[in-house]
């Protein structure tokens, strides 16, 4: 490694510390420590031009470490569990029938153990749900649009701008879907699911990039009070209160 770019390293190192600890007071400090001791170096002009250089290279790099920061922080985490969801139009929990065999989870993940099988054309009780988003949805606001509903809100409580981003989270009914924007989450319509007829009254101002992927898991109790989750939820009749 040459000496020019082991030196590199160390100021950048040096610059991440004075963002922790430093940098407010070498800022405010430094020009005028270098200029008091001036008088004991030969190289007084280089040393004081050298110290501002490297307090600016600092603060550019504390600038973009935190930009850096700020940008992802921004970003939803994941996995994402929206709890006591129920992920379509009409969907309801309450009693439920099998149309074919369902295999039951001791808990809400495909890796955790099969408690138990629940035959086809029973009777079981869905108690509740979780929808875990593996990856989010992106989709781009091309116009100025109020948008984004809180769980009891009356009206949109979002002033986006174009450009902005939000973080799809999984679709909700009727063309709507729960989003993240800036740490919170929100639901308003955005798109439709595949093969579906329409299209929601903001589709002319947002840009559907992605769509999000997730998985829908409900805790069901059989006839013999067993209990557990299971994501077979095609195998089953009655959460749809519409049909």
Not at 43 to 54: D, F, H, N, S, W
Not at 234 to 242: P, V
Request: glycine residues 8%; proline residues 6%; positive net charge.
């Amino acid at each position: 490694m040459s000496r020019s770019m082991f030196s590199a390293r160390i100021w950048i190192g040096r610059a991440k510390w004075w963002l922790r600890n430093a940098l407010p007071f070498a800022a405010s400090h430094g020009a005028r420590w270098a200029a008091r001791h001036a008088s004991r170096c030969s190289t007084a002009p280089r040393l004081i031009q050298g110290y501002e250089v490297k307090i600016q290279i600092g603060i550019v790099i504390a600038l973009l470490f935190s930009f850096g920061q700020a940008r992802a922080q921004e970003k939803p985490p994941l996995p994402f569990t929206d709890t006591g969801s129920c992920p379509f139009e009409c969907c309801t929990y309450g009693d439920w029938h099998t149309t074919k065999p369902v295999d039951v989870h001791r808990s809400a993940s495909i890796d955790s153990p099969i408690s138990f099988r629940i035959a086809q054309g029973q009777l079981i009780h869905a108690v509740t749900g979780v929808v875990v988003t593996t990856q989010y949805g992106i989709t781009k606001i091309l116009k100025p649009l109020r948008i984004g509903y809180t769980r009891d809100g009356k009206s949109p409580e979002l002033s986006s701008e174009a450009g902005d981003v939000l973080y799809t989270l999984h679709y909700s009914g009727e063309a709507s879907d729960l989003f993240w924007y800036h740490g919170k989450t929100y639901t308003d319509q955005i798109d439709v699911p595949a093969g579906a007829f329409g299209s929601p009254p903001n589709a002319s101002v947002v840009q559907v990039v992605s769509r999000p992927k997730y998985e829908w898991w409900v805790k069901v109790r059989d006839a013999k009070k067993g209990i557990g989750w299971t994501k077979e939820t095609k195998g089953f009749s009655g959460a749809d209160a519409c049909e």
